[in-house]
């Protein structure tokens, strides 16, 4: 078993996730993982950071496929015992102008942004080391989108005693009422992309205060944090920041000093924790 620390980063054959790789091979002091769900494009991706002169390591992941979140947990418990930074980058979205009914699209978005997400949490924490970093891209746009709640969904979503499981009934509950239609009826926003990353903010809100909890002293600090708005295939051309600058954020947050308490279970934006 190799002692070297190891950071994974989900979604990184492009655009946010493969900037976070590209600063994580320079800056991190261990083995660096770009992952994808296509092999073909992660392998690209790794031989296309060779030519700069960085060196990443690749496996498969598509973290809607629970089996292969499930074979990348056992070859990090065989090869690494474990594993010291995690950044859950991987996310999908709708196009404004994509005419998919909203029902399909709250289903498919919530499908990879939440559970997708969750699941790779699920399998993935309990394999952090002490003084590990766990890093959830969420987006401004779930502050936006919790401002567009009704007031008790608000007050749900902002509680300290909510639990995983109320959370995932939540985010199965909206993508339900899309269905039936009554999404607005019963105190959604009209945004998929937005209760998705609402529902990635709450679950790291939750999962900092199950660490505090559970694993007192193993010094791990999780956050979740928006990149800003980025040149990307998701985000388009006219985008304020380039990728490298998206990245900035999470690999702040991934790096974090081993000496450090804070951030954690908070939402941080530009280097900054905001308000939820
Ligand atoms: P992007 O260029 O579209 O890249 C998304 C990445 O996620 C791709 O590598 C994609 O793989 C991967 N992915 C999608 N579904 C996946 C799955 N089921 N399993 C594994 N990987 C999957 O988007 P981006 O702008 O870099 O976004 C990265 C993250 O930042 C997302 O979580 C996004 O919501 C968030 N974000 C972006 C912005 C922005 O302005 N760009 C703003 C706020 C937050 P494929 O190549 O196979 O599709």
Same mark, same amino acid.
């Given at each position: 078993? %190799?002692s070297?620390?190891?950071?994974?980063?989900?979604?990184? $054959?492009?655009?946010?996730?493969?900037?976070?790789?590209?600063?994580?091979?320079?800056?991190?002091?261990?083995?660096?993982?770009?992952?994808?769900?296509?092999?073909?494009?992660?392998?690209?991706?790794?031989?296309?950071?060779?030519?700069?002169?960085? =060196?990443? *390591?690749?496996?498969?992941?598509? +973290?809607?496929?629970? /089996?292969?979140?499930?074979?990348?947990?056992d *070859?990090? #418990?065989?090869? &690494?015992?474990?594993?010291?930074?995690?950044? $859950?980058?991987?996310?999908?979205a709708?196009?404004?102008?994509?005419?998919?009914?909203f029902a +399909?699209?709250?289903?498919?978005?919530? #499908?990879? !942004?939440?559970?997708?997400?969750? $699941?790779?949490?699920?399998?993935?924490?309990p394999?952090? =080391?002490? &003084?590990?970093?766990?890093? $959830?891209?969420? @987006?401004?746009?779930?502050?936006?989108?919790?401002?567009?709640?009704?007031p008790?969904?608000?007050?749900?979503?902002r509680?300290?005693? +909510?639990?995983?499981?109320?959370?995932v009934?939540?985010?199965? #509950?909206?993508?339900?009422?899309?269905?039936?239609?009554?999404? @607005?009826?019963?105190?959604?926003?009209?945004?998929? &992309?937005?209760? @998705?990353?609402?529902?990635?903010?709450?679950? @790291?809100?939750?999962?900092?205060r199950?660490?505090?909890? /559970?694993?007192a002293g /193993?010094?791990?600090?999780? !956050?979740?944090?928006?990149?800003?708005?980025?040149?990307?295939d998701?985000?388009?051309p006219?985008?304020?920041?380039?990728?490298e600058?998206?990245?900035?954020?999470?690999? &702040?947050l991934?790096?974090?000093?081993?000496?450090?308490?804070?951030?954690?279970?908070?939402?941080? %934006?530009?280097?900054?924790?905001?308000?939820?």
């Amino acid at each position: 078993m %190799s002692s070297v620390p190891v950071a994974v980063v989900t979604g990184s $054959n492009k655009g946010i996730g493969l900037a976070i790789v590209r600063a994580l091979c320079r800056e991190f002091q261990g083995d660096v993982f770009l992952t994808a769900r296509d092999p073909g494009r992660g392998q690209q991706a790794v031989a296309q950071l060779q030519q700069e002169g960085l =060196k990443a *390591f690749f496996h498969q992941l598509d +973290i809607d496929d629970l /089996q292969s979140i499930r074979a990348l947990r056992d *070859f990090l #418990k065989e090869k &690494y015992g474990g594993l010291d930074v995690l950044v $859950n980058n991987a996310g999908i979205a709708f196009k404004v102008q994509d005419t998919t009914p909203f029902a +399909i699209q709250a289903e498919v978005t919530l #499908k990879t !942004n939440f559970f997708g997400t969750r $699941n790779v949490c699920t399998e993935l924490l309990p394999l952090v =080391k002490p &003084y590990g970093r766990v890093v $959830n891209v969420s @987006s401004m746009v779930s502050s936006r989108a919790l401002q567009s709640c009704s007031p008790e969904l608000q007050q749900k979503f902002r509680s300290d005693t +909510i639990t995983e499981e109320e959370l995932v009934q939540l985010m199965a #509950k909206f993508v339900e009422d899309a269905k039936q239609g009554v999404h @607005s009826r019963e105190g959604w926003p009209n945004t998929a &992309y937005g209760v @998705s990353k609402i529902g990635v903010t709450v679950l @790291s809100r939750i999962q900092a205060r199950l660490l505090s909890q /559970q694993r007192a002293g /193993q010094h791990i600090l999780l !956050n979740a944090c928006c990149p800003g708005w980025v040149r990307t295939d998701m985000a388009g051309p006219k985008a304020t920041k380039s990728p490298e600058e998206g990245a900035e954020t999470p690999v &702040y947050l991934a790096l974090l000093p081993s000496d450090a308490a804070a951030p954690h279970g908070q939402f941080v %934006s530009d280097k900054t924790v905001q308000p939820w």
